[in-house]
């Protein structure tokens, strides 16, 4: 009610102001000499100050609306409404994914924003809110309690090929597919968790044999979108699968779209994917095509690969997942 109360002041003097330029115009009198059907000097700055006032409003309006279409995308992606439910698990093995479970703090008298974690060293098994700083958002991601000492914010899930990673970077870089299946946690978010703290790096893998393999980095870390979300560090490397995301470092963030490599191709288009590709698109493809049981092999380099594991040209892994934890959760 007020800021109509406000637009109906501003309709009045613009009419006042309108008739005393029409008055000025004809008669050109002096400021000082107006008549007193006439607008006073001190319209001008009301005007000002009005209109600095509801472009304040609608500014913030606007942050208002755009906050809560972010947290209806995060809920969205979590796969169900936000109510007490019975705890859920992941399974041991990569592959087996939760479902949306009960979120701590969410059925009692406290407020859910103020017991919040940063991360998830405290954090049940599955789907739960995080808050990285004191008065940023909050937002939903998965806890792996289960996998390497526990601790994990699961990043990337491929397990299905429900979920298309062909995409573009205004997909990548805010995140796409539900938390209950196949998914990425988008490039912003990945840059704000480990730019909070310094993170791991835990990639998993399994091929069409069932024959699983790991990779784990000490430190991992990516630049902001200004520098195209660069892959500026990568840590001592340990695991039984191969060390072949090194090649991938100082590497910019590439989409169909967004073509960032150091290659006179555009790595992104030719691997149907995106990735930190360099100079050469056909090494590791951890984003590439899902090929699913008794489908024709994906060929050209697609599929979902890790050099010196499963390389290509055909072919696509059967799993694979990215997950990131500070270094201070590790157990």
Not at 73 to 92: N, Q, W
Not at 296 to 316: A, H, N, Q, T, Y
């Amino acid at each position: 009610m007020s800021q109509i109360l406000q637009l109906d002041t501003l309709v009045t003097m613009l009419a006042c102001l309108t008739t005393t330029h029409n008055d000025l115009g004809e008669q050109m009198l002096p400021m000082d000499n107006m008549t007193a059907g006439t607008c006073p000097l001190s319209a001008l700055s009301t005007i000002t100050t009005r209109i600095q006032a509801l472009s304040k409003d609608i500014a913030s309006a606007r942050d208002q609306i755009g906050n809560l279409q972010e947290q209806l995308v995060d809920l969205r992606r979590a796969g169900a409404p936000i109510s007490p439910r019975e705890p859920f698990s992941i399974g041991t093995r990569i592959g087996v994914f939760p479902s949306v479970g009960k979120i701590e703090g969410a059925d009692d008298g406290n407020s859910v924003e103020s017991r919040t974690e940063h991360n998830c060293h405290k954090q049940q098994h599955g789907v739960v809110l995080i808050r990285l700083r004191a008065n940023t958002d909050s937002f939903f991601v998965v806890c792996d309690q289960k996998t390497h000492g526990g601790g994990w914010i699961v990043v990337a899930h491929r397990v299905d090929g429900s979920e298309d990673f062909n995409r573009k970077w205004a997909d990548y870089k805010i995140g796409f597919g539900p938390l209950t299946n196949e998914f990425f946690i988008g490039l912003e978010r990945l840059y704000q968790i480990c730019t909070n703290e310094v993170c791991e790096l835990l990639v998993e893998m399994e091929n069409r044999n069932q024959d699983r393999r790991y990779a784990l980095y000490d430190r991992f870390g990516i630049g902001s979108e200004s520098e195209q979300y660069r892959l500026n560090v990568l840590g001592k490397y340990q695991g039984d699968a191969t060390d072949a995301l090194r090649e991938h470092v100082g590497k910019k963030f590439s989409t169909q779209d967004k073509d960032n490599d150091e290659s006179d191709d555009n790595c992104a288009a030719a691997q149907s994917a995106a990735f930190w590709y360099g100079s050469v698109c056909t090494l590791s493809n951890p984003f590439g095509m899902y090929q699913r049981l008794l489908e024709r092999d994906v060929d050209g380099f697609k599929g979902i690969l890790w050099k010196g594991f499963f390389s290509g040209p055909k072919g696509s892994m059967k799993l694979m997942r990215f997950l990131v934890r500070p270094r201070t959760s590790a157990r």
